[in-house]
């Protein structure tokens, strides 16, 4: 194993620094290097593409940091199969990179794309408005496999999309931020690439007339692939794309337009180069910062929504926000008008979020908003279970200890 | 835990009764024996009791009572399970959902309902299908068996390689654990922060809690669905049209694969005029019309360019019901073929489809025996029925051999021992085959999160039980590692 290295600023998780920083090229040297932390009872982070350091709380204490960012070949691609096993620290655009020639890709479409890493992908929740139709890397993955607290290796699920072996592992660390084990490859299902894809904006819509115009377009069995409103000063730009071939790409295309037509929501085709930059809009929506937030409500309480980006926004000046209405998520981000005042501004979001069913999660802070706003917000009911999972697979709470929700 | 003395019994029957009422409490020998077994009917054994409960407030009492007494609870919903899941264990509790089959709400505005665990899965789609929704997992049993035991299987069907399986449409669940705690996880909302719990509950085969609320995701009704029938030589022009097809950047709502056999057996089933001596594909595509035009024709083009000798369409719906009844038959239907037979489940890669058939073929040969494929091609999910004859002496043992065979070869491949049927009594042994001692290791340590003292279905899906807290031997690598013969992948 090569031996690590001293951890300088640049590796800290939110300004916690690490004494030692592992760079492990590959499984075996990642189970050593967890394995010396164990041995040690080092308290160990792992970090990937770092686009989602932000997301939680500083660590409350930090030894080590393994880097995955030497780990990143693709282990094993079957076209035919339309399934690919990753390292943990390749980023998704060299997967799609080596997917491209097989005319396939991994239907994920998350902000970073250069870096954000197919780990980080699984346990930190990374998707884009593609999530629509293809779901989040949930819905993708088909195994992983990881190393425990304890150094100890284990495997889940498998290389075939359909297998119910055994408890879910995989799916268990969708979401889990490195807290559970350090994921060393993914396998996920692939999907080829469509043939044909159009995009069309409406753009300047109410709220009220978003969640109307994908009401009626599910009501009219349109089935789009992507579908994202981009906060546009109080009202919402919408972008719907389908995906698919010629015939069924086009006939979708007319029918949502003359539905819209009937809404009274204007809009239509764009050419490719708008299309892109529109969608490159909306992501870059999700790249501001300093500060970010997501927010989640059940789908129908559009307006609850966009009313707390709005709330968030009013403390964010100059800020961006978007909106996907068929998966009830929303992104905030921008420079605070004040550590106070975006701090209030995302509690009294997330206090009419939760009213509704919904919540709101902190994506990235300034030290300064971070002491004033908890990340996650009030403690789920299910707190205790997840503390005896926590303990069952990390007894001694070494792994991106405090980073977690309730402290976990 | 040891069995419950007679009196211990009947005064945990009381105690039950007190709960849920005297009618909803078994403890006569002759009322528990069909609870003996599941679907899975050549392993029985006699549960100590078995309980009804109506509510979740019924449900946890029942789960405190059967705690304090010292007797393990096995959950059942329909008992439709093929792997032995809700098969009773010595001394046990049995815990019925089937009284809990209210539909508690439908929210098409959010495309969710919220049901109990006995709810027919059919009768979910049916409480919205006039309004153009529909709940999309659709295992075949999906008329008889709950939205609990599909929940505990993670169970699939023939739509499942497009829309995905249970683990896909579940949103939220309520779930009483071993201390009769109620616990709500997941939510309409998505992602709630904290662990994905509802990860691990499906598919967990009865082994964390009982779930007794259920809110799942609805889909808005496709346009339009389109069917064709294409008739190959072999099942190796079949596999390979399967594979083409979804290469060619189509995804069927549902592919199904045949062999000769099970051609046969529907055939006397149903008295459809099937040719015999060929393998049959059956493919829908469903969508909004356009794409699903395009999308037929184009499959239709691929499966003749891979050998298909005729490609046929249903004229109406009534035709495209019959040709699903000839698939949908096939499984009982092979019961007219055969005196008794052994139904299978494995997954393998798509791509392996042609070549494992031909091994089963040969291994089948080997064993003297017969073996009819019926499956869900697109997700390579095999369903192999192993046929037999009982009366003649050592055929049962030989076919249950061949089924062993038949699940080693599909491990072999990179797949898997179950795609829908699940773990349960069964096939516990072969766990230990397909994952490494780790593996199981971890998920058990996941099992003790929640079931710290093995309450629930104690037995099942693991090779070897242990204790929570039982520290397991030192780690090793799996001996076939070791000696370089295999990857686990
Ligand atoms: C003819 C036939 C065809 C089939 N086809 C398919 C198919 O296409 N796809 C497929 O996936 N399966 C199929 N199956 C298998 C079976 O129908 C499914 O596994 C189904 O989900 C079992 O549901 P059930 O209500 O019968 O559950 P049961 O058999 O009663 O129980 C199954 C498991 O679930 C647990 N359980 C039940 N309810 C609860 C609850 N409320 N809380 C916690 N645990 C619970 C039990 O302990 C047990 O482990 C088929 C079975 C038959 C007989």
């Given at each position: 194993m090569s031996a690590p290295r001293p951890g300088s600023g640049a590796d800290g998780i939110l300004g916690v620094e690490p004494r030692l920083v592992f760079e492990p090229a590959g499984e075996a040297e990642a189970r050593e290097a967890m394995q010396a932390c164990a041995r040690d009872r080092l308290r160990v982070a792992f970090v990937g593409g770092g686009t989602d350091l932000g997301l939680g709380n500083p660590p409350s204490g930090l030894d080590a940091v393994i880097r995955t960012g030497r780990m990143a070949r693709v282990l094993e691609h079957a076209p035919h199969d339309q399934i690919v096993r990753v390292e943990a620290g390749i980023t998704l655009s060299a997967l799609q990179a080596a997917l491209l020639p097989h005319r396939q890709r991994l239907a994920l479409d998350p902000p970073f794309p250069a870096r954000a890493t197919a780990g980080g992908l699984l346990c930190a929740n990374g998707f884009g408005p593609l999530r629509t139709a293809r779901g989040s890397a949930r819905d993708l993955v088909i195994g992983a496999t990881f190393i425990r607290a304890d150094g100890v290796l284990a495997h889940g699920g498998g290389k075939v999309v359909k297998n119910v072996a055994g408890f879910d592992l995989p799916r268990l660390l969708f979401g889990s931020l490195g807290t559970l084990g350090l994921v060393t490859s993914v396998n996920f299902r692939l999907h080829p690439l469509p043939e044909e894809e159009a995009t069309l904006a409406f753009p300047g819509l109410s709220p009220a007339a978003v969640r109307g115009l994908v009401g009626d377009m599910r009501q009219a069995q349109l089935e789009p692939a992507a579908v994202a409103a981009i906060w546009a000063g109080g009202s919402l730009d919408l972008l719907v794309r389908f995906e698919g071939f010629g015939p069924g790409v086009s006939g979708q295309v007319e029918r949502l337009l003359a539905v819209a037509g009937k809404a009274r929501a204007s809009g239509g085709r764009l050419a490719p180069p708008q299309a892109a930059a529109a969608w490159a809009r909306q992501q870059t929506a999700r790249e501001v910062g300093p500060f970010r937030a997501r927010l989640a409500i059940p789908p129908a309480s559009l307006e609850v929504g966009t009313r707390a980006l709005g709330t968030l926004l009013a403390a964010l000046p100059g800020g961006a926000a978007v909106w996907y209405p068929t998966l009830g998520l929303g992104f905030a981000g921008g420079a605070p008008s004040g550590a106070e005042a975006v701090a209030t501004a995302a509690g009294d979001a997330r206090g009419a979020l939760a009213t509704s069913g919904g919540w709101l999660a902190v994506n990235d802070a300034p030290p300064e908003v971070r002491a004033r706003l908890d990340a996650w917000g009030p403690a789920p009911a299910t707190l205790a279970l997840q503390r005896r999972l926590k303990a069952q697979l990390d007894p001694e709470g070494r792994l991106a200890p405090g980073r977690f929700v309730g402290g976990i | 835990?040891?069995?419950?003395?007679?009196?211990?019994?009947?005064?945990?029957?009381?105690?039950?009764?007190?709960?849920?009422?005297?009618?909803?409490?078994?403890?006569?020998?002759?009322?528990?024996?069909?609870?003996?077994?599941?679907?899975?009917?050549?392993?029985?054994?006699?549960?100590?009791?078995?309980?009804?409960?109506?509510?979740?407030?019924?449900?946890?009492?029942?789960?405190?009572?059967?705690?304090?007494?010292?007797?393990?609870?096995?959950?059942?919903?329909?008992?439709?399970?093929?792997?032995?899941?809700?098969?009773?264990?010595?001394?046990?509790?049995?815990?019925?959902?089937?009284?809990?089959?209210?539909?508690?709400?439908?929210?098409?505005?959010?495309?969710?309902?919220?049901?109990?665990?006995?709810?027919?899965?059919?009768?979910?789609?049916?409480?919205?299908?006039?309004?153009?929704?529909?709940?999309?997992?659709?295992?075949?049993?999906?008329?008889?068996?709950?939205?609990?035991?599909?929940?505990?299987?993670?169970?699939?069907?023939?739509?499942?390689?497009?829309?995905?399986?249970?683990?896909?449409?579940?949103?939220?669940?309520?779930?009483?654990?071993?201390?009769?705690?109620?616990?709500?996880?997941?939510?309409?909302?998505?992602?709630?922060?904290?662990?994905?719990?509802?990860?691990?509950?499906?598919?967990?085969?009865?082994?964390?809690?009982?779930?007794?609320?259920?809110?799942?995701?609805?889909?808005?009704?496709?346009?339009?669905?389109?069917?064709?029938?294409?008739?190959?030589?072999?099942?190796?022009?079949?596999?390979?049209?399967?594979?083409?097809?979804?290469?060619?950047?189509?995804?069927?709502?549902?592919?199904?694969?045949?062999?000769?056999?099970?051609?046969?057996?529907?055939?006397?089933?149903?008295?459809?005029?099937?040719?015999?001596?060929?393998?049959?594909?059956?493919?829908?595509?469903?969508?909004?019309?356009?794409?699903?035009?395009?999308?037929?024709?184009?499959?239709?083009?691929?499966?003749?360019?891979?050998?298909?000798?005729?490609?046929?369409?249903?004229?109406?719906?009534?035709?495209?019901?019959?040709?699903?009844?000839?698939?949908?038959?096939?499984?009982?239907?092979?019961?007219?073929?055969?005196?008794?037979?052994?139904?299978?489940?494995?997954?393998?890669?798509?791509?392996?489809?042609?070549?494992?058939?031909?091994?089963?073929?040969?291994?089948?040969?080997?064993?003297?025996?017969?073996?009819?494929?019926?499956?869900?091609?697109?997700?390579?999910n095999l369903h192999p029925l192993v046929l037999y004859d009982a009366r003649n002496p050592g055929e049962e043992e030989r076919a249950a051999h061949l089924g062993g065979d038949i699940l080693r070869l599909c491990i072999r491949v990179g797949g898997s021992i179950t795609g829908e049927h699940g773990v349960g009594a069964e096939k516990a042994a072969y766990m230990a085959e397909q994952f490494t001692p780790e593996d199981l290791d971890t998920m058990m340590k996941v099992r003790c999160a929640f079931d710290g003292g093995a309450l629930f279905n104690p037995g099942k899906v693991f090779p070897t039980p242990r204790l929570c807290g039982e520290k397991p031997g030192p780690y090793e690598p799996h001996p076939v590692e070791r000696a370089g013969l295999a990857e686990r992948w």
């Open positions: - | 835990m040891g069995p419950l003395t007679e009196a211990a019994r009947g005064a945990l029957a009381a105690r039950m009764a007190d709960v849920v009422g005297r009618a909803h409490v078994v403890s006569e020998p002759s009322e528990l024996l069909v609870y003996e077994c599941d679907g899975l009917t050549h392993g029985r054994t006699r549960p100590a009791l078995v309980v009804l409960p109506g509510s979740t407030a019924e449900v946890a009492e029942v789960v405190k009572a059967a705690r304090a007494a010292g007797a393990p609870i096995v959950p059942r919903g329909a008992g439709t399970g093929l792997s032995g899941g809700a098969r009773p264990v010595p001394g046990c509790v049995v815990v019925s959902l089937a009284r809990m089959t209210r539909i508690l709400g439908v929210d098409l505005e959010n495309g969710t309902v919220r049901v109990e665990p006995g709810v027919i899965n059919l009768d979910v789609t049916r409480a919205v299908a006039g309004a153009g929704w529909y709940y999309a997992p659709d295992p075949s049993s999906q008329g008889v068996c709950t939205i609990g035991g599909n929940v505990a299987e993670n169970s699939g069907g023939a739509h499942c390689l497009k829309y995905g399986f249970t683990t896909n449409h579940v949103l939220a669940a309520r779930l009483v654990l071993d201390d009769g705690l109620v616990l709500d996880v997941g939510g309409t909302a998505a992602d709630a922060p904290g662990y994905d719990l509802l990860a691990p509950l499906v598919g967990s085969e009865g082994m964390l809690g009982i779930v007794t609320e259920v809110t799942l995701r609805l889909l808005r009704k496709p346009e339009t669905t389109r069917t064709f029938l294409a008739i190959f030589p072999s099942s190796d022009e079949a596999g390979d049209a399967v594979s083409q097809i979804i290469a060619a950047g189509i995804l069927p709502a549902a592919i199904e694969m045949m062999d000769s056999l099970a051609i046969q057996a529907a055939k006397a089933a149903t008295g459809l005029d099937w040719p015999e001596d060929c393998a049959l594909l059956l493919m829908d595509a469903d969508g909004p019309a356009p794409e699903v035009e395009h999308v037929h024709r184009r499959a239709s083009e691929i499966a003749r360019a891979c050998g298909a000798r005729a490609v046929q369409v249903p004229r109406d719906e009534a035709e495209r019901q019959l040709m699903w009844k000839g698939r949908k038959s096939a499984f009982a239907a092979v019961g007219r073929i055969s005196p008794n037979y052994l139904v299978e489940d494995g997954v393998i890669p798509r791509s392996e489809i042609a070549s494992v058939l031909r091994e089963i073929g040969r291994l089948a040969a080997e064993a003297g025996l017969r073996v009819a494929n019926v499956f869900h091609a697109g997700d390579g």
